[in-house]
């Protein structure tokens, strides 16, 4: 919609006093009175905006404000009347946000650049003495023409164009020659935009649901509204979208969405202009918060305010981004396609495919066969040739969405059609994600409806809760995809085993939806999806078996990368609760589907090991039988007898080993194979007596390379822990896993797990290992202050979440150790904090488990007192926990942006 006001450029703007301003010109410097001006302005427009003034109004006001600047700016240079001042782009629209660009065009009649270019430069020079941010180009007509034809943006900029000064004609000239008929014929410029679209979409993932979106360049924003009136405006050639109402483009109901969205668009863009002070197009997430209080969210039981005002955001560009798919596929069809059709074929008598695009037998379709809602997704799952849905058919289905009511729910052939699209062969998710983008999925399923947009506030999850669900679907189903067994070889390979894969597609619709509402989202999940099934009329073994899928869906993920999976006790536990294959086949899918929709770049190598273990694991203890558990003692002693006689090969004796291992705990031969102990022991022998580190780096994993594993054996040093932590982390080197034994003799025999910045091992680059075993033994041979305070900077998204810290302690009763788990937000030399927290409170750390979840650390320690004891005294055990929060606290504090946040209530 273009500035209406522009037809009243004579009415006086009420905060702008344009007689003093010309009184003071008379007696003070031009910059200083044009300055104050400006400054004058944007106080005054901005007061308004923070007071709640109609944003389009503001913006509105602004650009004509800004003609009378710069009108006056212009006439204080001598100008024939060959030469004009032109706003073009958004500002020639008469839109102007408080840092946008102001794009100008100073037009001359003929190629006379050179007789105004002392004029042009000193005026161009007091606009950037003036402070003002513009983008300017001095072009002949001819030169316009030229320009317009080889480059589309300057062929739309040159579509939105006004005069501010000069003679108006010039333009009109202009105008004529680069209209359609000259230059970017209607087809021409409608495919250009299109994959200028596409491109612009492909830099932001093709999709709405950024986690710092960019309002303005991002699918749903700014730029694709503009991209409808261009494309309108250039085929149709009208002035602005509500001159189509009525004429089949677009209809009432259509527009006033698209202003809404606009509105809605533009009051976000604009309080990112006034609170970042810059033209910055970015929702950030310090912005997020301040624009959510701005906007009237408050925090409640439930979700943060941010979380509320995402899901707005995520809402309203979800709707701008269906109808721009209609409005950009009604275009395609009469620019593209007119008269061009070239083939039909009939799909049933309500259906039918024109051109691979599927649309209805007429318009009455859906009102006269609400089921027809739904059979189309399933005639799209069913048939990979159709491309897409014809723009009017789209249009019928929001007209007669509202028919999905309660009866429509509870119709049996409905269920049958929602069951028969789950067993869809094609692109079962993309299906779901246009129902879900045309308003059909949260009507069929409202549980479903109440996470559309939902985010979470957080840096681990990236995704807005019903994208990811859909991206889990997405995954399952890639996992029946031969080329995916590289990555997920296990997966896949379960995958084909599966009785009923539809099963999954269900719990994985289901393991978020009770996000959002309070209390434990798994148990509300279950609920749910146990009404999904009775409804839908699964057996009463496939409900129980979704019910307990989405109740234990964190189980697996939590149990690899939280507890030893090492320990025989562990796996037994686990498997007791899966019970049975089949439990523990879907619950692998799931996990491995859920975590990479979580945040794909979070998935590594090693997490994928840790899952191929335990399931392996569990697997052969559910085949041995859940009454016949491994005997800890016996596995031991195994694995001990196995190291002695691979040694004995290396011509070292027992006695000799035993000697070296003197009383190292017995978890030392639990968590590691008698490969590795007879490898780092044989490198004790040889190097051990020089009283030098001991340091030994090699990759870890069987099939493939999961991690690099680093052994250092020590004898007599100090704060080895955090001092190899600090190292690792100025070598960029993130720990996975740590597992540290110490002999009452004080030598230590250290194993860490680690992967680069990447999130790969280094596999294998002897170079790399030879630097880090030397940075490593001199930081601790030779330590200083120096060594354990990290200098890595904090990135700009990490400083933005600062949660408080929370320390968790319990006791293991049978491992004799105290677990302490450490919440905290993810900073640069965090390990080599705790490290020196330990030491100092004399604690032995026997293992440590570290779980990065995006801004946050949730890194699990296994400690004992300095006589091997777990942690009793209560007294000391809360001044520890005040010790670790108080430090962290104030470290992070000293390094964030923000104040501290409360978490999410969609964590739980």
């Keep these: ?99 946008s660009d102001i794009d100008l065009l100073i037009l001359i009649k003929r190629n006379r650049a050179q ?171 310090d912005l997020q918060r301040k624009l959510a209080e701005q906007f009237g969210y408050r925090d409640n039981e439930e979700r943060l305010a941010v979380e509320q005002f995402m899901q707005r955001y995520y809402r309203v560009v979800l709707a701008m981004r269906e109808l721009s798919d209609v409005l950009l596929q009604y275009l395609d069809e009469v620019i593209l396609r007119k008269d061009k059709s070239r083939s039909i074929r009939q799909i049933n008598n309500r259906f039918r495919v024109r051109d691979n695009y599927i649309e209805t037998t007429n318009e009455s379709v859906f009102a006269m066969q609400p089921s027809a809602l739904l059979e189309i997704f399933v005639l799209l799952g069913e048939d990979p040739s159709i491309r897409g849905i014809r723009a009017a058919t789209i249009r019928q289905m929001q007209i007669h969405r509202h028919l999905i009511d309660e009866q429509f729910r509870n119709s049996r052939e409905n269920k049958a059609l929602f069951l028969r699209l789950l067993s869809c062969p094609s692109k ?96 509300l999940g279950a609920i749910d999806v146990v009404n999904f099934a009775q409804k839908h009329g699964l057996q009463p073994q496939e409900t129980r078996l979704l019910k307990w899928l989405v109740e234990k869906h964190l189980l697996m993920s939590f149990v690899s990368q939280r507890e030893d999976i090492a320990d025989p006790e562990v796996i037994q536990s686990f498997a007791s609760i899966v019970g049975d294959q089949t439990h523990l086949d879907y619950l692998l899918l799931l996990t491995v589907s859920d975590i990479n929709a979580t945040n794909p770049t979070l998935w590594n190598s090693w997490k994928g090991s840790l899952l191929g273990r335990l399931y392996a694991d569990t697997k052969r203890a559910l085949q041995r039988g859940l009454e016949n558990p491994v005997d800890r003692s016996e596995w031991l002693q195994a694995v001990r007898q196995e190291a002695i006689n691979l040694l004995a090969g290396q011509n070292i ?16 031969f639990l968590r590691e194979r008698a490969t590795v102990i007879a490898r780092c022991t044989r490198a004790i022998r040889e190097f051990g007596d020089s009283g030098a580190p001991v340091i030994l780096i090699d990759d870890a994993g069987l099939d493939k390379v999961v991690a690099t594993r680093i052994f250092i054996y020590t004898r007599g040093y100090n704060n080895v822990f955090p001092i190899t932590a600090a190292t690792l982390d100025q070598l960029r080197l993130n720990i996975q896993d740590a597992r540290l034994h110490t002999t009452s003799s004080g ?47 904090t990135s700009r998204a990490l400083k933005h979440f600062n949660l408080l810290t929370s320390v968790i302690l319990s006791n293991d009763m049978v491992r004799n150790l105290t677990s302490l788990e450490v919440i905290s937000p993810d900073r640069p030399g965090l390990l080599a904090h705790l490290g020196r927290i330990f030491m100092r409170f004399g604690l032995k750390l026997h293992s440590a488990r570290i779980a990065t979840l995006g801004e946050r650390v949730e890194d699990v320690f296994n400690v004992t ?40 209530k969609l964590w739980t």
């Design 653 to 668: 004796s027992r006695e000799q080993a035993e000697a070296i291992w003197g009383d190292i705990d017995e978890e030392f």
């Design 865 to 904: 007192d300095h006589d091997y004891q777990p942690l009793s005294d209560p007294a000391f055990c809360h001044q520890l926990q005040d010790c670790i929060c108080r430090e962290l606290d104030a470290r992070n504090q000293e390094d964030s942006a923000s104040e501290p946040l409360r978490q999410s």
């Design 115 to 285: 007789n105004y270019k002392q004029n042009i430069e000193s005026f161009l020079t007091f606009l950037w003495d003036i402070q003002l941010t513009i983008g300017q180009s001095v072009r002949s007509i001819g030169q316009c023409v030229q320009e317009a034809k080889a480059d589309l943006t300057v062929a739309t900029n040159l579509m939105e164009c006004r005069t501010i000064a000069g003679d108006a004609k010039l333009r009109e000239v202009m105008e004529k020659k680069t209209r359609p008929g000259k230059i970017w014929s209607s087809p021409e410029f409608f495919r250009a935009k299109r994959e200028e679209q596409w491109q612009r979409h492909q830099r932001h993932g093709h999709t709405e649901y950024n986690l710092e979106p960019n309002v303005k360049e991002a699918p749903g924003g700014l730029r694709d509204i503009q991209m409808i009136n261009w494309v309108a405006k250039r085929h149709f050639q009208v002035n602005n979208l509500e001159a189509m109402i009525g004429k089949d483009f677009i209809n009432r109901e259509e527009y006033n969405l698209l202003m809404s969205g606009e509105d809605f668009l533009w009051r976000v863009r604009y309080g990112i202009h006034v609170l970042a002070g810059r033209a910055e197009e970015r929702l950030q997430f």
């Design 428 to 523: 079962l998710d993309l299906q779901l994600q246009r129902m879900t983008r045309y308003g059909i999925l949260g009507r069929y399923l409202p549980e479903f409806g109440r996470i559309v947009g939902q985010m979470q506030h957080d840096l681990f999850h990236i995704y807005p809760v019903d994208v990811h669900t859909i991206q889990v679907i997405r995954n399952m189903r890639r996992l029946g995809q031969q080329e995916e067994a590289i990555n997920f070889p296990i997966a896949t390979h379960v995958y084909k085993t599966l009785p009923k894969p539809e099963l999954l597609f269900i719990a994985g619709m289901y393991h978020d939806i009770g996000k959002g509402r309070g209390g434990d989202h798994s148990t």
């Design 747 to 793: 030598h230590t025999f250290d194993i860490f797990y680690v992967l680069n910045e990447e999130g790969k091992p280094l596999d294998g680059q002897e170079q790399s290992f030879e630097h880090i075993t030397q940075v490593l033994a001199r930081a601790l041979q030779f330590p200083s202050s120096s060594t354990l305070n990290v200098q890595r900077r």
């Design 1 to 99: 919609m273009q500035n209406p006001l522009l037809a009243e450029e004579k009415k006086p703007l009420l905060f702008f006093d344009e007689e003093g301003f010309l009184r003071g010109l008379q007696g003070r410097p031009a910059i200083e009175v044009f300055k104050d001006a400006l400054a004058a302005a944007n106080g005054h427009l901005n007061s308004r905006f923070l007071e709640g003034e109609q944003v389009r109004t503001l913006v509105y006001e602004r650009a004509l404000f800004m003609d009378r600047i710069l009108l006056h700016a212009w006439n204080r240079f001598e100008w024939q009347t060959d030469v004009s001042l032109l706003a073009v782009g958004g500002y020639g629209r008469g839109e102007l946000h408080p840092h």
